[in-house]
């Protein structure tokens, strides 16, 4: 399954000016909630492709796994679904 966030992401940089300027919300409240959200789709998009191959494992690999609260939201996903997964960390170089 793809995944393709090139519309949030305009989205949220056409927004985000105005957003700031109202002072009713700071950068990091917005990237909180950008991160919230994409995580949010790719852990989705994960669970359904599980199912969709009938598979109980999946192996994350590259930079953006390692990302801490992405591994928080896996594992939240893990133990409700009954699934496992694993990181592949990139090699140091």
Not at 3 to 19: C, N, T
Request: aromatic letters at 6%.
């Amino acid at each position: 399954m793809d995944v393709s966030f090139s519309g949030i992401l305009s989205y949220i940089e056409e927004k985000a000016p105005s957003l700031i300027a109202s002072g009713g919300y700071s950068p990091a409240d917005l990237c909180f909630s950008l991160q919230e959200t994409l995580f949010a789709m790719l852990v989705e998009t994960t669970e359904r492709a599980m199912a969709h191959c009938g598979s109980q494992e999946v192996l994350i690999v590259g930079g953006v796994g390692c990302n801490k609260r992405l591994q928080v939201r896996l594992s939240e996903s893990a133990q409700k679904c009954r699934l496992n997964w694993r990181l592949l960390s990139p090699r140091r170089r």
